[in-house]
Nanobody, 125 residues
Framework: RSSCRASGGGLVQAGGSLRLSCAASGFIFDDYAIGWFRQAPGKEREGVTSIDPSDGNTYYRGSVKGRFTISSDGAKNTVYLQMNSLKPEDTAVYYC??????????????????WGKGTLVTVSS
């Protein structure tokens, strides 16, 4: 079964850091871009950042630019999200998903091919 499983969430104080991992399985890693998405309580899921594992190209949503860093490890079929200077408004369930490269700059959730279980990030003020 193909999926992208997120892990590494937790509770952190504002200004702190967390590193999330996304383990991809069941599909060819380099054939897709991998995006990180988040869903805050009462809000729609939104795209945050993406990476094309085949060439390392990245995209960041404005609100996280300069604070979040996405990276990938092709040998492990894993994508990481380093989150620094966390803010209470970053609180959400974080998901990762695989989508075709043409969508990596807009990250529409309805274009994600493979989802998995999310991980909760809670930032206290």
């Amino acid at each position: 079964r193909s999926s992208c499983r997120a892990s590494g969430g937790g509770l952190v104080q504002a200004g702190g850091s967390l590193r999330l991992s996304c383990a991809a399985s069941g599909f060819i890693f380099d054939d897709y871009a991998i995006g990180w998405f988040r869903q805050a309580p009462g809000k729609e899921r939104e795209g945050v950042t993406s990476i094309d594992p085949s060439d390392g190209n990245t995209y960041y949503r404005g609100s996280v630019k300069g604070r979040f860093t996405i990276s990938s490890d092709g040998a492990k079929n894993t994508v990481y999200l380093q989150m620094n200077s966390l803010k209470p408004e970053d609180t959400a369930v974080y998901y990762c998903g695989a989508l075709r490269r043409r969508w990596r700059l807009t990250l529409p959730t309805n274009r994600v091919h493979y989802w998995g279980k999310g991980t909760l990030v809670t930032v206290s003020s």
